[in-house]
């Protein structure tokens, strides 16, 4: 017997993305797609034309297992309360229930919290780090996309306390689906498409994320410098994460870290390139955004300046994909026992 | 039981986006992969980690139920021979077995061909005009990219003899994808990024490939005129094609004709966008390149102008898919008495 | 002394080119700039850092010998009689005085032609067929971009009769620049970054420039079937433009005819690179927007088919640039009597 | 009397560059150009058609009063050498001669210095800090791009010592002019056009030049943790530079730092953006490398994370310009006695 699921806000990028990747789940079934304006889902998603279904208004949604909600963070305080009151399992795509200290929330999002009761039920979807919350979860609050590629960039580091804490920076570069479908003169083609733009350049709300992980596996506070910038591709996004660690490390030692850290991870995959390889034709030593475009992988790789002790980790993924729609679904794999990864079994197009 | 497919030549960008197609074919196992460098797949295609299949070189493959060929014309000849002569059925992806005059296939490759018999009763892959024949065949000529994107945007006009047959005009405008993984001046990024390259404008290869199957939809020679360009994005193609009509047509009687014509095919669509729609965010009243990238379909669009009696149809598909390695499978399918979009069920990623 | 010029319109694309060229002009004198909201420059154009000049209301405008209007259409109606009347002469980037058929215009605008004296006293700005007349008039219609390359393209070919008047086909390709500041959905950078769209794909407006211009130098009534396109980059335009001649002719006749028919032009250059090198790295055998980005330059190249006689001619231009704010200023060259040249002596910078 | 300037090696994107500008240079006569296969530049420089200069070979290169070389390092060391020699005084390009550690030059390059003693006298090529030192130099040795970006960025910090200099971290992003012309997987087109590449990410050479300079600034050693990247763009590079401050400053209190270290300098404009006018389209409150491509500026904006206490500078330029070939120019300028901005006056097209 099929999962029914809803998804609410079809027309977004997150939502049209949940709902590409739900159409081919062997173990859903759609039960039904909600849009501000309703009607047939290919008039907004013309990569959609051949699929015949149609999105209704909020009030004439039916009953289901599970609701993905992606809408923006203030419709999603209480559309997720009225869908858990109705007894459907809420996996949330927004920031509303991802923090657990009220005070940041309020502040950074400047408005008060209206279901803080259900903020502290949440369960934060890194599902490499709380994996056994998420399956008996009713509330999952799906990370923010640079969130998650710090997460996992930083985890084995941070769980065995090998550096500063105080010292952990991030530089994230975004291609521009991460900015969604709202119109803007940051991202207008003509002036967006050989350009760079650093946005929301210092205390940006996924530091706060972050922190709170990383400092939970650390087991103290830790303090995150993040700095995003948006770079004229589309799908995907690359953290450059550097740290200093407390004693001298090999690059050996730390790629070994990783790879015991993150086994049987159906979806890290820890790159490291020999070195004889990288002349290949396309091959890199790093890991690349365009491999996980479109996909549920995180890459990860990593290197240590062994002169001035810095270690930097690249972490890639695609923010509609292990950032977003995808690891939702992944989640909510995880929240009705299915496979791990029913339904994400495939790789990025090459090239792309 | 599954077909066993072999591949050959999977570094390439066409056979390594059959390899990554049918990696998720239910139907499909695969039995061996080719290239010239045996080793990893995940070498040379970033987005496999974590697959862990290698190639092998040809003379250590083994039995197969039919074999894709992703290798240069010249050397596809002689590969497709040997299979053939083992019982292995091909669908070879080159130029080498497309065209019907000989004469003119050495004058435009610029070489004898050695296997003419084989040209001979090579099946032309464009099966929404050759599926029983594409059923039987032991060998498949899988079409050019242009040349399938222009004789689907033809076919219905020329096969009712409905516009000059000697003014038939194309505009080619292609990703990157579509010129291979060769290193070129014509396409470093630096060079290319802002810019649009016509190349090839006049006696295109594929002109005859059109010209082939158009007369025989026509009953009559033809002329086409193509002029292909690359443009600065990655994957997809679009056809511009222009015809002038011998009688006064309207917009909905030719739209009406191509609906017909395509009835049943699961992968052609008609895309007409209603007026008012057309200011929608995201929608566009012409099929795009994006819609389609990454997937087997074709979207065909068009209009006519009343005051000047041109009719123009748009085409768009994927070079790697539609007009390369995924009709391949779409061929393979109907070889093997699967159904037509097995293991093709999939939508574009949008934004992508 | 200084030719002193105003500006309306500053702070689109085409008024802000006019003002990035004028402010190194050495024979002219800024005298006023006006925008809808009147304040420093550089706060809409971040590319003038350090560039004092502040725009001001229409109503605070004071003297100066000619104003460019790079205004909506519909605004440059009124505003140029105003302008006029006071004396001051007009070279006017919108589309208000282009056309001779009043009927045409009024259809193609939906709206009446409220200054049709000043439509038929304009001299239509394509300084190649019209150097004596824009020099003495008070009143230019600066061309669109489409129109000044499918003119320059076929110019020499009707003005010697020598094809198919009937038979005139143009696929234009356009950098996003060209669809100008204004936020849409069709220029939003996630949706347009690896798509390319056509739109106005039949009967646009600049057709009628284009046959306008045609008509008169073949001396009878042409047809021009123009179809454009937006592809993902930022500067300039590729107009392919084809032909039928009545009578056979060769590439190098071709050359010819277009090498004497520009001979004395300084800013329409004739692109033919010998065979042998079009293999030098970052050489290309026909012209390249890349090339010409950010000038004046328009280059032109051609090939014939000769199996199927179809002529095919290359024509690049930036729509900033010589379609648009730089030709207005060698057309404000002309009318003082300047060099032709002046204040427009640059290459585009490589690669770019 | 005009300054008789010779350049080796146009061929390239920095030699080229070179020769683009100082073909508009005011007071500036090109003696000779030289190239690896002599002829006419537009062969290789399509931008330039219209340009009548030839190359030559080294051995035919005449006399003149500086020579700009823009050739690989390991050629520069002795064709410097020659130069000098014969009483011409240089501006090398190449990284030949910008450190002031043998050992450290010869690790980093991987081969024997042949000409140490020019090293010693050879000036570091940043006017802002050594205008004096070069002025009277005979050999200016060019600054890499990254290290000009991130110097600027740096220096009001270091020579006030208000900073952690060994926590002084850059993440620099770079179009892919930066990579040069010769092809490479890296840069093929249809693998970066939707990716971010990551490349030499510790130990980077143009680190040492870094912390060189700011060392000297600081009058103490400092660590500077570099990794660049290249995103899909063309012009320019965006360096991201964090840094610590020992005691808590405010933006405004930077700013002003900023804006009186660089008064005077024509070249480094320091962008501050009211907040009230963030939102104007098109407009940013960050530099943005489109705003000065093409161009020799360089624009300078910064924040400050109060909570954290974290310091990020941006920095923008041209890699050809500011960051190589026209920064070489202004050094000309100063070496000659000129004005600072001679032959550098113009602004970025925009949009580009």
Same mark, same amino acid.
């Given at each position: ?10 027309? /977004? ?25 309703? /009607?047939?889902?290919?008039? #907004?998603? =013309?990569?959609? #034309? /051949? ?45 509303? !229930? ?16 209206? #279901? ?37 960039? !930083? ?9 500063? =804490? ?21 991202? *207008?083609? =003509? ?14 709300? *996924? ?17 995150? #410098? ?67 475009? /479109? ?40 929240? !009705? ?16």
């Amino acid at each position: 017997m099929k999962i029914k699921v809803g998804i609410m806000g079809v027309y /977004g990028y997150m939502g049209g993305e949940a709902l590409r990747v739900l159409l081919r789940h062997p173990q859903v079934e759609l039960a039904w797609l909600t849009s501000r304006a309703p /009607g047939p889902v290919s008039l #907004h998603h =013309p990569n959609l #034309h /051949g699929c015949d279904l149609h999105t209704v208004s909020e009030d004439a949604i039916g009953d289901c297992d599970v609701a993905l909600l992606a809408l923006p963070t203030a419709t999603a305080l209480s559309a997720a309360a009225r869908l858990l009151d109705r007894g459907i399992r809420v996996i949330d795509l927004s920031a509303a !229930f991802r923090l657990r200290d009220r005070a940041v929330w309020e502040r950074l999002y400047a408005m008060p919290h209206s #279901h803080w009761s259900l903020a502290r039920q949440a369960i934060y979807g890194v599902n490499e780090l709380h994996a056994p919350l998420i399956a008996a979860a009713d509330l999952v609050a799906n990370p923010g996309c640079f969130a998650s590629a710090a997460i996992l960039a !930083f985890a084995p580091l941070l769980s065995r306390r090998l550096v500063d =804490p105080e010292r952990l920076l991030v530089t994230g570069i975004s291609g521009t689906a991460g900015a969604g479908a709202e119109l803007s003169p940051l991202l *207008h083609h =003509p002036a967006m498409a050989n350009n760079v733009a650093a946005y929301n350049v210092v205390d940006h709300r *996924h530091s706060y994320e972050i922190e709170q992980e990383l400092s939970q596996l650390h087991d103290a506070p830790v303090s995150v #410098h993040f700095t995003p910038a948006y770079a004229p591709f589309v799908r995907g996004i690359l953290a450059i994460c550097s740290a200093f660690p407390h004693e001298p490390l090999t690059r050996e030692q730390l790629l070994e870290l990783y790879a015991a850290y993150y086994t049987g991870q159906p979806f890290v995959k820890i790159v490291d390139a020999p070195a004889e390889t990288a002349v290949a034709w396309q091959h890199r030593p790093y890991p690349q955004v365009s491999a996980v475009a /479109g996909t549920n992988y995180c890459h990860i790789g990593l290197d240590i300046d062994q002169r001035r002790q810095r270690i930097v980790v690249f972490s890639v993924l695609d923010s509609l994909g292990k950032g977003g729609a995808q690891v939702a679904v992944e989640n909510l794999n995880l929240m !009705f026992g299915l496979a791990r990864d029913s339904g994400l079994q495939y790789y990025a197009a090459q090239p792309c």
